[in-house]
Structure formats: structure tokens, C-alpha cells
């Protein structure tokens, strides 16, 4: 079951994100690369260079739009000027599905361009799911939400963060994007199993994974994107690829960036663990006929 | 210049509706967008002044073995602050540099204390930072005048960078209607400025500097001054000097294009909507008519002229 109807049944295999460095390498090389994913906001704009590369990489490739300022979870409508530029933009890419956050950034129209955990509430959970609805209506196009990777709980909450997870996507009956990265880092943050997260996931929804570096600290563990992904994030991923089946899977390295080269090679290890749970679901299949 | 309203008093207690979830968020945010205390600390006093920034996090943030609810609420406090530092630094490499690593960080702490984010993108983050130190010229000085002239230009590098382009008028389009009745406009990412200082060629040397010292540092690390004063010094003030210009794209590359009075007073009576007529008697009578056709066949070339019709520009959307 390598897609599902939250990535329109498409199988992408392995993406990277677009990033200014690699422009020139992208556009001279034309390197063979699964698909790309961008951010949004560098490409809601009214024209120049940022749109001129952007259909340039169109012409070549396939893109999935992944936003990082919806905030579904904000308390504040969405934003109607904000909707209008990402559906002309969802047009442009013709984007398959288009992921956000679960999270919250901005309050009054002040915004933090942070990726704020969300108070695990029924409350939040219906505000939340509303807004994807609508936000989905809205840009005709199927939405998956990523988990994102936080420092800080709230005394308000009243269930885990899959529970909520569950809860929220349930209820707008939309995809996920798992992050396993962020898993691995919320819960050396918070104290919990990695796996319990992974299991507790409704599987069928998974549309999309990330994977990614992160920094330890002293006394926590931060999101950086700036490093190749660990082992342990690694194992989780074969752990998600297992439970979820073959899901079209992007490496994030936003920071301290190298070449294009290194940061698809790291990506395409993934390829390792994709052919494993496809191994280990061919011989489940053996055994189920036998 | 905040919409942020006043912070609550206190957290839900639980959270049963939008509103609570309102509150809640109102509250947090409060708790990031304010100042860095000494050493990027969150401050131990509460907003209010009264009570302990302790008590009020206490309320909402749960602390965990390791960390309090006020070190975990500083985690984003702090990555709220160097997110948007690091962003207006990229965005203002000319200022930066004119007013010195510190009081540029200084500048951009006020600015986003009184300013917060108003967009959905980083983008947007400088847009107010003219007016910003035109108001408050006491965060730039001895260079305020200069700080405001380089606010301005680089905003102005934002806007032509990524801004919305109309289609330009061809010379048939031009030829169809008679000068004195023919009114055109200039593209909206094209912006005219008057400056009483070489903002574009100092920012270029900066940028070269820059360059510069990014290659030789690949080369041998630690050779160059790594002082922020030092380095400064490299690079002196501008000195007064009374500058045209015309901020633009061109083929969607950015470039500031250096005017004489003259263009840039047709220039800008044509941006206010005035007929070519009109602006040509603005530009003044000595100008040859055969220059005033170079001039325009050159603005022309570069794109710069679009049609208007019944006072407005007509928008188009780049494909």
C-alpha cells in the first residue's frame, strides 16, 4: 500500500527541499531527483527571480508545496489574502497534496514565524480540525499536517500528542505529514517513547515523512536541520515505513547546507529502509498465501 | 504598531473554547516578543512589573526533570529573537555595516520590540524599519541621516527584488497616441529615490568587502580581522552627496540605476499619473529633445514604462 487518498495516490519515492544554494546545480545539472519540496512562502510572491526558478524547476520536475505559516492552531481565522496567494501558487505547482504544521505561530496578526506547540485539548482539537477544513475547501487540495518537534508542554493538556494528532485528523479527515525527527526530538524533550508515538499514528493517513538532523544540548534536544539524520531517527523511520507502508519521504537541511550531491545521498538512504519494509511486506503476503 | 492586544492576566485554567485558546496564545506570545534580558536571558520580571515572569509562565508551561516552564518558555524566546536578528541582518547588509555589528543589533532589537511581525513572511520583517529610524534617529547617530537614506534603499531592494510587474509598453503602443495627451506608468516594483548620500555605492562596496572576505577566509581562515570594530573601520561612512536613483529588476536581476535630476523629476511626474507632456516641462527647458528620446528609449529597454488606463496601471500578474 505504497499511497494513499491523502497524497493522491501518488508514489513519489525520495524528494529534497529546493534551497536557494543549489539553485545553479539544479537548473545546470538537471540532476534525476524523485521531487522537490518548497517552501510556500518563498514563492508567494508577485514575480521576479523567486517565480522565474520556480517554473523553471516546474518544466524539469515534480513539486509538493509544504508551508510553515498556516497555523492551523492559531485562535485567529485564516487569513484571506494569505489563502488567495497559496491557491495561486497551489495552480502554479499544481502541487498533488499540500502539507502545514500542526502548530500555532501567531495571535492578533502579530506573528512569531515560530512552529508553536498547540495545548493537547478537545477544544484546540475542533478549532483545529475546523481550519484545516476550511483551509482545504478553500484551495481544492488534499492537506497533510506534520507533527512539529517542541520544548515546552502545556498544563491545559488532556491528551498525548498522537492523541491529538489523531484527534485533530480524524476530524478534519486529512493526511498526515510524520515527521519522525521531530518524534525523536519531542520525546527525549518530553520524556516519552518514540515508538508509542509511531504506533499510536492512524497509519492510513500518513501521506508523507520527513526525515532530519537535529543538535543535542545539555538539557534538551533542538530541530536544527543542519546535520545528516541520526540512527536513531533512522530506526524510527524503518519502524514508521513498516506500520505506515512506502510513503513518499523528504530529507530537511536547512541550515549550514553542503552540496546537492551530499544532501541527496543522504536523502536516498532511505531507499535502504524502504526496501526492507517492501522485503518484509512480500513475505508477510508469502506467508498469508501459503 | 503592534495589533498584539494587551497580555491577559492570567492562563485558562482549562481549556474549553476558542476564546480560552485565545488567551492562552495572547499570553505566550507576549512572553516571546519581548525583550531579551542581559546575556539573551529571559527577563525574570513579568511584563506587568509586578508579578515574576516564574509565576505567570508557571501558570501555563509545565516544567519537566530537567528544565523549568521559564528555561523551556526561553527556549523560544531566544529563537524568536536570533530567528528575526538574523533575518533583518540578511536583509540590511548596508546599514549593518554603516552603524557597526552592535548598534545594528541594538537598532533591530527597538525595531522589533515596537514593530512585531505583521506578515505571514520574513520577508515583509523590514518594512517598517525606515520610518523606524526616521523616528528614532537616537539608535543610529552619529550616521542617522545616512542610517535612514540605507533603511530606505535596502527596503527598496526588497520590493523591486520579488514585487509585481506590469506589462511594459512598446514603442507601437507609444507611437499610436499623441505625447501631449499620452499618459504612462512606471512598473510598481520600480522605486525613484532622492538621497543626500552614495547609498549604492556604498552598499556595494560593502557587498564587495563581503565577497571579498567570505572567498579569502575559504582560502586561509582567520587571515582577515574578525573585530567587528576593526572591520568597520575598513569601511568609512559615506559622505555627503546628493544622489538619484531608480531601484529596479531587469531580466529578474535587481540593479539601482544612477539619474539625473532631470530623469528622475519626469520620472516621478510620471509615476504620479501626469502626461508625458506634463512631466517632460517638470525635467526642465534645456533638456535637447534628442537626449529626452534616449532617456526614453533607455527606460523602454529596461522595461521601465507600462500603460495606464483612466488613471490607473494596468496590473498583470507575471506568468
Given at each position: ?182 518524534i525523536y526530538v519531542s520525546a527525549q524533550n518530553h520524556g516519552f517513547n518514540p515508538y508509542d508515538y509511531l504506533n499510536g499514528v492512524p ?37 514508521a515505513t513498516k506500520r505506515c507502508g512506502v510513503t513518499a519521504t523528504l530529507l530537511e537541511w536547512d541550515d549550514k547546507i553542503p552540496s ?12 535502504a529502509f524502504i526496501a526492507e519494509a517492501e522485503a518484509g511486506s512480500a513475505r508477510s503476503e508469502i506467508a498469508l498465501h501459503l | 504598531m ?318
Amino acid at each position: 500500500m505504497p499511497a494513499n487518498r491523502f497524497n493522491r495516490f501518488t508514489e513519489y519515492g525520495i524528494g529534497i527541499g529546493l534551497r536557494v544554494p543549489h539553485y545553479a546545480h539544479i537548473l545546470e545539472k538537471k540532476p534525476v531527483v524523485d521531487w522537490f519540496e518548497i517552501i510556500s512562502e518563498n514563492f508567494m510572491v508577485d514575480g521576479g527571480r523567486p517565480l522565474e526558478v520556480l517554473d523553471q524547476i516546474l518544466e524539469q520536475y515534480q513539486v509538493v508545496q509544504h508551508g510553515v505559516s498556516m497555523y492551523f492552531g492559531s485562535a485567529d481565522k485564516p487569513d484571506r489574502a494569505h489563502l488567495k496567494r497559496l491557491k495561486a501558487l497551489v495552480k502554479r505547482t499544481k502541487t498533488p497534496w499540500l502539507s502545514d504544521h500542526l502548530c500555532w505561530g501567531s495571535v492578533d496578526g502579530t506573528y512569531t514565524h515560530d512552529l508553536l506547540p498547540m495545548p493537547y485539548t478537545f477544544a484546540a482539537a475542533r478549532r483545529t480540525a475546523d481550519k484545516i477544513r476550511q483551509v482545504r475547501d478553500y484551495l481544492e487540495v488534499p492537506i497533510c499536517v506534520e507533527n512539529v518537534s517542541s520544548y515546552a508542554e502545556y498544563h491545559v493538556s488532556e491528551m498525548t500528542e498522537w492523541e491529538f494528532l489523531s484527534e485533530v485528523t480524524e476530524r478534519a479527515d486529512c493526511g498526515i505529514l510524520l515527521d519522525v525527527n521531530n518524534i525523536y526530538v519531542s520525546a527525549q524533550n518530553h520524556g516519552f517513547n518514540p515508538y508509542d508515538y509511531l504506533n499510536g499514528v492512524p497509519a492510513e493517513r500518513v501521506g508523507q515523512m520527513h526525515v532530519a538532523g537535529h543538535t543535542k544540548f545539555e538539557k534538551y534536544i533542538l530541530d536544527t536541520h543542519d546535520h545528516p539524520v541520526l540512527d536513531p531517527v533512522w530506526q524510527l523511520y524503518a519502524h514508521a515505513t513498516k506500520r505506515c507502508g512506502v510513503t513518499a519521504t523528504l530529507l530537511e537541511w536547512d541550515d549550514k547546507i553542503p552540496s546537492f550531491g551530499e544532501v541527496h545521498d543522504e536523502a536516498l538512504k532511505a531507499n535502504a529502509f524502504i526496501a526492507e519494509a517492501e522485503a518484509g511486506s512480500a513475505r508477510s503476503e508469502i506467508a498469508l498465501h501459503l | 504598531m503592534s495589533g498584539l492586544r494587551a497580555a491577559p492576566r492570567h492562563a485558562p485554567a482549562q481549556l474549553r473554547s476558542t476564546a480560552d485558546l485565545r488567551t492562552l496564545q495572547r499570553l505566550m506570545t507576549h512572553a516571546l516578543v519581548r525583550p531579551l534580558a542581559a546575556g539573551d536571558r529571559t527577563p525574570k520580571q513579568w511584563i506587568d512589573g509586578r508579578r515574576t515572569t516564574a509565576e505567570v509562565v508557571g501558570e501555563f508551561i509545565k516544567p519537566n526533570a530537567t528544565l523549568t516552564a521559564v528555561e523551556r518558555i526561553e527556549i523560544y524566546h531566544r529563537v524568536y529573537w536570533f530567528r528575526l536578528i538574523g533575518a533583518a541582518t540578511d536583509d540590511c547588509p548596508g546599514l549593518q555595516a554603516l552603524l557597526g555589528p552592535r548598534k545594528f543589533e541594538r537598532l533591530i532589537r527597538a525595531y522589533l520590540a515596537k514593530c512585531p511581525s505583521r506578515s505571514f513572511t520574513l520577508r515583509d520583517l523590514c518594512s517598517r524599519l525606515p520610518e523606524f529610524v526616521r523616528r528614532f534617529p537616537s539608535l543610529s547617530r552619529p550616521q542617522a541621516a545616512a542610517a535612514r537614506a540605507i533603511a530606505r534603499f535596502e527596503w527598496a531592494q526588497t520590493e523591486a527584488f520579488d514585487g509585481p510587474s506590469w506589462p511594459p509598453l512598446t514603442a507601437a503602443q507609444i507611437q499610436r497616441v499623441p505625447a501631449p495627451q499620452l499618459r504612462v506608468s512606471l512598473q510598481p516594483y520600480l522605486s525613484l529615490h532622492e538621497f543626500d548620500y552614495p547609498v549604492d555605492r556604498y552598499v556595494l562596496a560593502v557587498k564587495e568587502r563581503s565577497a571579498l572576505r567570505s572567498a579569502a577566509s575559504n582560502a586561509r581562515e582567520g587571515e582577515l580581522p574578525a573585530d567587528p570594530v576593526k572591520q568597520r573601520r575598513t569601511l568609512p561612512p559615506p559622505r555627503r552627496e546628493k544622489t538619484y536613483l531608480a531601484v529596479h529588476r531587469f531580466e529578474n536581476r535587481l540593479y539601482y540605476k544612477r539619474l539625473d535630476p532631470a530623469q528622475y523629476r519626469i520620472l516621478l511626474a510620471l509615476q504620479a499619473g501626469q502626461t508625458i507632456a506634463t512631466a517632460l516641462a517638470r525635467g526642465g527647458r534645456r533638456i535637447q529633445p534628442a537626449v529626452v528620446q534616449e532617456w526614453f528609449a533607455t527606460w523602454m529597454r529596461l522595461g521601465w514604462l507600462c500603460r495606464r488606463v483612466r488613471g490607473k496601471a494596468v496590473p498583470v500578474r507575471e506568468q
